[in-house]
């Protein structure tokens, strides 16, 4: 079975420092994808990046990059130069494809706020 | 940029009525989900649907159902709103495929009071 395990259920980081938001996962598939999402409080689920389980290089876009460690089923997010736009809960999720359907797990989530 | 579109952000409805929230993705994805968002629970997974005409039971089906009669659109109906039923609807779509480990893309979520 699929789990994504978020340790931290919340977080404080000062404006301008960078941030690392834990995640874990259990597969035992060997084809994969890691996401990470961004849900503020108005609710919407915004995508911020992706990892496939076969890319040998770390996924970053802008500010946020995934510290993808493969052997320790770890895919931490680390967000530089935090801004005060980044307050929200950030979800981790793990996708699997299986007979030709889609399975997605999610973590608990981590509610980062950036205090100026 | 992928669009997924829900009818509301907020709804207010009473016991006992039949619920409809609609969903609209304009990317060509076979597929699409719908979740609810409750406090402490996370997103759990309601239907999904990976093709038209097409639906498959998500972790919690009760006291819904879906409809797909159109690639772009899929609904989500509750049959006779209960109190229970009060949440966060996250509707999303995919790409589909074999081996298609890509991204959900959500709509902006409807929070559903029911009273």
């Known amino acids: 079975a699929q789990k994504i395990t978020q340790t931290q259920p919340g977080m404080f980081v000062q404006e301008k420092e960078a941030v690392t938001l834990d995640c874990t996962y259990d597969?035992?598939?060997?084809?994969?994808?890691l996401f990470w999402y961004k849900q503020p409080s108005s609710g919407e689920m915004i995508f911020l990046i992706y990892?496939?389980?076969?890319?040998?290089q770390n996924a970053t876009e802008g500010r946020y990059s995934l510290n993808f460690q493969k052997a320790r089923k770890s895919a931490n997010l680390v967000i530089s130069a935090s801004q005060l736009g980044d307050s929200a809960m950030y979800f981790c999720?793990?996708?699997?494809?299986?007979?030709?359907?889609?399975?997605?797990?999610f973590g608990t989530g981590t509610k980062l706020q950036v205090i100026p | 940029d992928v669009k997924v579109t829900q009818s509301s952000r907020y709804l207010v409805k009473r016991t006992g009525e039949k619920v409809f929230l609609e969903c609209v993705q304009d990317?060509?994805?076979?597929?699409m989900f719908w979740y609810r968002q409750d406090p402490g629970l996370g997103l759990r997974l309601i239907y999904f649907?990976?093709?038209?005409?097409?639906?498959e039971k998500g972790d919690i089906p009760e006291g819904y159902s879906v409809s797909r009669e159109k690639k772009e659109r899929f609904s989500l109906i509750l049959e006779s709103a209960s109190t229970n039923q009060t949440s966060m609807y996250l509707c999303?779509?995919?790409?589909?495929?074999?081996?298609?480990?890509?991204?959900?893309?959500f709509g902006d979520g409807t929070r559903l009071s029911i009273l």
């Open positions: 999720a793990m996708i699997t494809t299986s007979g030709g359907y889609q399975k997605v797990t």
């Open positions: 597969t035992s598939d060997q084809s994969y994808g």
């Open positions: 999303a779509s995919s790409l589909g495929g074999w081996g298609a480990n890509q991204p959900q893309h």
């Open positions: 649907s990976y093709d038209v005409k097409m639906k």
């Open positions: 990892q496939g389980s076969y890319d040998e």
């Open positions: 990317m060509d994805h076979e597929n």
